[in-house]
């Protein structure tokens, strides 16, 4: 039997739901399946409500299901909010049969704090008791549990409780479930895959391309980036610097990149129009840097830890002017990671700033993938002087007009020859000028960049049949929903395919004329009010597109929802 | 003598009798006496008269945005510790719009040279009130006159910044010798320059400073390493102005903290994604 | 015969070409013409070369014109450099005849220094000879250029001295110059008109608009907007305060606005980058501000004291996430002042940051135009409860949601009932919300302003015929040259019509479609490199215009430079 | 007693224990004890867990961007003279993000009171350091140990604030007393408060701040209006904290340098395009 187990952790911030979340990430990884878990929760501390939804399938995964099979509830109002998400054959985990009106019959009482506390000897623990007795339900390998635990508790003794706290729970739970749960799952061959978030892959990207130089201010969702990036300083010889704010940030990457290494900075929304004028530095003055932008629902500080795909014409417009620039949205953790390498290759390569476009959902969702292949990572720093080179120019001009608008760039200090570089309109030497002839020529300089950098964009991924009556266009995170909702679509036997875009920017346009000459109806899947992606759509081919999916509440698609519009669109 | 010729730049824009004339020859002598190849100084500049200084000299150059040099000159340092990076703002560009970057860039202590061209009033813009424009000045945009002005010299002190000066651009011998120990200190050098502009600032002229700035070191009891006599002397600003040395203190560059700078510049470490693979591990 | 004249002036930084560029623009509208009068200047206080194009016309005139009749040349440069736009049949009023390589026939040697200085005992007055001279030599009346001194020089004796050098160098003309001056104008009688430029029509239309404070920092080209509002704080009741930064500037005018006044901060493109993420804050908080943003070429610093219309798209998309905004652009001074007015209106009806986009070259043009009547300037507030209304509610909700999305606005402290507003995602109350509910109502709520301030937009201008073979399509400050030039093809005998929009957003389709209907061929006429108007055309209506006639060099149209343009793209 | 009931908000989502809690209930015992009713307050706050503090409350609320409460606290001060304007901050906040309005907001002397929750860490966004983090502070954004922290009494003396005190949330007698002063204070009024976090911040707990601070008012001989005494005092941080009012002037507050505001608020002043035709013979 085809294996997808829906399991939904809910309770307070501080409640150590996310943990949860990802420790079953890793168990079932470890045997063999793969995961997707996302994470929902309240720009709080404490309290509140916050819940993780973690899917396990025998099959790549990539979006969350509607259903779930297993609720545990850290608390009654985890009960009250997603009972009714519970399949009729599933069960809720609780410590009080009294949640939701005392006559639940899909309650599984489970006393997890009684067990924490008097079996393991810590109160703390009554999260692993759950853990415990979600092993025993499934039928899972209790030792793939104990197994996580050993990486996760470093202190011996926590350990220890933690592991007879998972034990208590299986085998309270063994003895007592009343009946046999729907859905046992059991441990396969360890494939070696790991889990990590969309944050973990951007980071981890960075680092492996090289990155040298970080200066960022806390934003989320993307302040995990600098963090795990800032925890690995020492190994990777690389300097982290948290900035007073963001326009200090992008200032001082642009700074660093300048000097020569490879620079970056993260944030959001907020944080990314504190660096809006940055950015057409970086244009301006052709300097190469990498910005993790992930967004959240807007405008201004709107809903913090949430998802929005609202702010892509934003970048795409971003700063005042006009200069190339690369904009990569994602759709998968591993689609950050090797965008993440790619974004440094092109920005060096074009001497641009690149930002990698994501959002809250693909940053906090934990996914099952392959190790990246680091041997496979390959650094392109563009075109660059040697010391020997540099001196053997007697006049080295930074901004030198080339027949692809790429100058050599060279680096202070690299030789002997001055570089210099204005974000006023500069000449060749990169000295400040008036002049209308020398504007032009720097313009269409710098605009040429783009011809090339056309060549170095991938096509969208198209998934489904060639041609089909309905096209799903979608972009950035929300490619696993998308794609599981042309399966769905199909087995109702509905033409539909799908075409998603992650380069979005320089735009791709030679895909999307072709399909909306074959597509009867096409149609925009967005996390946004306005359909931002359709409009990109309409400026670039001169096509509109039939219809606009979109969703602004904060929160992901799912592919049931996106069936539910399509068919509602007559799609 | 020095031969400052090396570090002739393009032709200066700023109006015949600007102050800044005085800066940039105090500039030139000071890399000349302290015998610094252009090769090694990266000048990073905001935008205003000020910021126009390192193209007319030769040294690497960064002219950044309105405001905005003390954080590309600190990225740059962390790349290439063997740069001499200089930061050159004006009274608007450093103490109004990039305000917030130096009070925090003199906390951390980043070991930079920053210089302030203070004419006192927005030149570029053609003359409007400036944050360090004395109390009362009536421009086009303060018609009831400026509000109390910054106390640069007050705010670097509260703030640590590590070597406090203060000169005068009709001066450019003091000028030049505070820019060499600017240039010579480990750490956030501010160097406050009083700079006559003679076209919108007809108040604060070559010699209103004239009368009024007196030498520190004359007299020779001022001690920059006592704090609150720093903080007193910051205070003194009216009948006489006092120029020179007025806060030192010797305390750990924030670049020491970094760990990955212990070998060697940023700039000449490899890139290599290998060491990567071992963090995977983290993740299964 | 028709009087077309042109006069070029050309100098030194700080010689004072922009004071003989208005006064003679003051000079010939007392006498009854139409004048419009360009400026052209670099980034530096003195040195350098500037120069001013005066062009005076029968009828009305908004554009200048690429041959110059009289070219006054302060300085050897200003011939170099201007010598080869003089008409055949034209005159060079120069200082000393060695200019030019010494055997230029067209130059009038006139003794500007030694006059003033000898004869008006001033030599400051050198300007005044040489407009004295251009009396001469026009044939126009001396007494309308004493009359303008009088209200331009303050000082008395400074004034006798400037009279004296103008008799001086209208006498000296009138003696020496060989020929008669092939264009004569004579005053005709006085329409009372008045001259003004960009900036000062934006400011005027703030003041009547009933601003009430403005926060800004400097920055061209808008800053005289806030100095000229500046100097009227007393007698309009104003608070106009310079900020330490543009963050502050726009979060000031956001603090004043939520207090309960009519509101604005002026800027260029650098300045309102630094704005974007307050500009969004507005759109959240549902706050009424006005933004005059004067653009300039880009990117970052670019060409401070120049031209270009780079900053559309920009605008139309800054700040993350989605909400209405409204843009205008005028594209004349007159509409500078209504356009101001209606945009102070707009933002307080619909509670929405509005922007004027103007650019340089409207801000420092000067143009002949009639007294604004200010018995015609209608304030409409909007919804605004009283404190007998306010009080009379139990729980004011700033933000209640209602058909037309607009909420009845109080102040704090007009009535008992408090206002609370937040830059989180909000109830109808101002709290901060987390669920997806009230998340949709409130962006349903924000957005939905957009269709009845769509009811309030004009649509574009048409000029020519209703239908053509071809049509030029522009914005913003193009509408002279364009108009202009839509004239000169009409004596080519081109079937050539032309919309110009001054109300960019939100968009008025209807008339965009139409025009692609029924033209043949469709060109955008703009001053950037992109052709970001024909972006915006494609986007809204998913039809792309036939051709781009872009300019990106930091100056401006001429109608000639369009024809041209027109005639390679075979239109 | 006062009665307290009329400025309770909503449900506060702090973390049980926070040190906002205390900060809550002195303000909320200021505006009763000085009379304020909830309608002459403005409350002006930035994003944190400081920002939140107005909608636990009863008054006007307008809750800002992160760092930007004072430029708005400005604005609708110069609107509308007569409300109360409070501007809340984070130390992140505030001397952070925000640090470019707060030294120019003090030298203006703009006439609000600006509440400082310094918990010494970046609560809401998890624990990062915070501009006043102590010297050394290990986060996940400092493995290195943050760098020496700014001096926020310090900068408010050498910025002119005229009223500058220290509080801690954990005692809301001295805090509630503090806020009225600041409050009845004619200028700008700054009061840092130290806010215990429970949650991050396990360096500088309560007991850690209740064995350090004293008094300044207790032993009766410090005297505020002593500019010189007042930076010295601001230097004491370590094993012994001062709290209460440091420094304090008398001196003009912007508001009364705008002609306009002297017929009062300009929220009542009227709309009216007519004066402006005469402007037009200026163009004549
Ligand atoms: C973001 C931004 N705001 C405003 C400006 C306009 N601007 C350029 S220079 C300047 C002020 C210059 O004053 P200061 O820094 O004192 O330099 P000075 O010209 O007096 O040397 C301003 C406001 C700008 N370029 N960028
Ligand atoms: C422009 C911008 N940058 C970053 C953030 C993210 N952010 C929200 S609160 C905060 C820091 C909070 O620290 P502090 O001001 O000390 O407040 P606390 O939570 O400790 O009370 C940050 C970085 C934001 N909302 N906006
Ligand atoms: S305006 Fe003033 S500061 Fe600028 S160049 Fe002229 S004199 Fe110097
Ligand atoms: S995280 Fe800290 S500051 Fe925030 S509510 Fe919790 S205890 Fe208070
Ligand atoms: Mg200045
Ligand atoms: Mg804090």
């Given amino acids: 039997m085809a294996v997808d187990l829906n399991i939904l952790i809910g309770g307070e911030a501080g409640q150590g739901v996310q943990s949860i979340g990802l420790i079953l990430s890793k168990v079932f990884t470890r045997g063999g399946y793969h995961v997707f878990t996302d994470q929902d929760y309240e720009s709080r501390i404490r309290g509140g409500h916050s819940f993780c939804r973690v899917r396990i399938k025998d099959t790549q995964v990539q979006a969350i299901s509607e259903s779930v099979d297993l609720l545990v509830a850290l608390n009654r109002e985890s009960v009250d909010l997603h009972e009714k998400e519970v399949v009729s054959t599933g069960l809720i985990i609780a410590e009080n049969d009294k949640y939701a009106g005392g006559d639940n019959k899909k309650i599984f009482v489970l006393p997890m704090s009684e067990l924490a506390k008097n079996k393991a000897g810590n109160p703390l623990t009554a999260n692993s008791v759950a853990l415990g007795a979600l092993m025993a339900i499934t039928g899972y390998e209790l030792e793939l549990l104990q197994n996580v635990f050993k990486d996760h508790f470093k202190d011996n003794h926590v350990l220890q409780q933690n592991i007879t706290a998972a034990v208590e729970g299986y085998t309270y739970t063994k003895n007592n479930v009343k009946s046999s749960f729907h859905h046992q799952v059991h441990a396969r061959e360890d494939t070696h895959k790991i889990v990590m978030d969309g944050n973990e892959a951007v980071a981890l990207g960075a680092l492996a391309a090289g990155c040298k130089f970080v200066s960022a201010y806390p934003m989320t969702p993307s302040t995990p980036v600098i963090e795990y990036m800032a925890s690995k300083e020492n190994e990777m010889g690389l300097a982290v610097i948290q900035a007073e704010d963001e326009i200090s940030a992008i200032n001082m990457t642009i700074g660093a990149a300048f000097a020569g290494v490879r620079s970056m900075t993260a944030t959001s929304g907020g944080g990314f129009c504190l660096m809006v004028e940055g950015f057409g530095l970086a244009g301006m003055t052709e300097t190469p840097i990498v910005i993790a932008y992930g967004q959240r629902p807007g405008p201004a500080i709107g809903l913090p830890t949430r998802m929005e795909q609202g702010d892509l014409q934003f970048v795409l417009r971003a700063s005042h002017g006009e200069f190339p620039r690369a904009v990569f949205a994602p759709g998968t953790i591993e689609e950050a990671f090797w965008l993440t390498v790619k974004a440094f290759n092109m920005a060096e390569k074009y001497q641009i700033p690149v930002v990698i476009l994501y959002d809250h959902y693909l940053a906090d969702s934990y996914n099952t993938v392959n190790r990246f292949d680091m041997t496979t990572v390959t650094i392109d720093r563009g075109l660059i002087l040697g010391s020997d080179e540099l001196n053997s120019i007697k006049d080295y001009k930074r901004h030198k007009i080339t027949p692809n608008g790429v100058s050599p760039r060279a680096f202070p200090l690299a030789g002997e020859p001055l570089v210099v570089t204005d974000s006023d309109e500069h000449n060749e030497a990169g000295h400040m000028i008036e002049d209308a002839e020398t504007r032009t020529l720097m313009m269409q300089k710098r605009m040429r960049k783009l011809f090339s950098l056309r060549q170095d964009i991938q096509p969208p991924k198209l998934y489904g049949p060639k041609n089909a009556g309905s096209t799903l266009i979608g972009w950035g995170s929300t490619f696993g929903p998308l794609k599981e909702a042309i399966d769905l679509l199909h087995h109702e036997n509905i033409s539909v395919n799908m075409v998603h875009y992650s380069e979005i920017w320089p735009f791709y346009k030679e895909t999307m004329v072709d399909i909306m000459a074959h597509s009867q109806h096409t149609f925009t899947v967005e996390n946004n009010f306005t359909g931002q992606f359709a409009d990109l759509i309409a400026q670039e081919t001169g096509n509109l597109v039939s219809g606009r999916i979109v969703k602004y509440d904060g929160r992901p698609f799912s592919p049931e929802y996106i069936v539910r519009e399509f068919n509602k669109m007559g799609g | ?284």
């Fill in chain 2, 1 to 284: 003598m020095e031969d400052k010729s090396i570090y002739t730049g393009i032709q200066p824009a700023w109006c015949p009798g600007c102050g800044n004339f005085g800066i940039l020859q105090a500039v030139q002598r000071a890399f000349a006496e302290l015998k610094i190849k252009p090769s090694r100084v990266l000048m990073v500049s905001g935008i205003g008269q000020s910021g126009k200084l390192p193209h007319y000299l030769k040294a690497n150059v960064f002219n950044e945005l309105h405001g905005r040099p003390i954080p590309a000159a600190i990225g740059a340092k962390i790349a290439n510790r063997e740069l001499v990076v200089i930061a050159v703002s004006g009274d608007g560009d450093g103490y109004g719009e990039g305000g917030n970057h130096w009070i925090h860039a003199m906390r951390r202590n980043h070991d930079i040279t920053y210089l302030v061209h203070n004419n006192q009033i927005y030149g570029l813009t053609k003359g409007q009130a400036s944050p360090s424009s004395d109390l009362g000045f009536v421009t086009k945009t303060t018609p009831d006159g400026a509000p109390l002005p910054i106390n640069p010299i007050a705010v670097a002190i509260s703030c640590e910044a590590s070597f406090v000066a203060r000169s005068f651009a009709g001066d450019v011998d003091h000028l030049s010798a505070m820019i060499k120990l600017g240039i010579s200190h480990k750490g956030f050098a501010l160097i406050d320059i009083l700079q006559p502009c003679v076209t919108f600032n007809h108040k604060n002229t070559y010699s209103w400073y004239r009368e009024r700035v007196y030498k520190l070191e004359d007299g020779g009891q001022y001690n920059p390493d006592d704090k609150m006599a720093a903080f007193s002397k910051s205070q003194e600003w009216g009948d006489r102005i006092p120029i020179g040395v007025i806060y030192r203190k010797v305390r750990p560059v924030y670049e020491d903290l970094l760990p990955a700078l212990k070998n060697g510049p940023l700039t000449r470490q490899k890139l290599d994604p290998l060491p990567v693979d071992r963090f995977l591990n983290e993740f299964a």
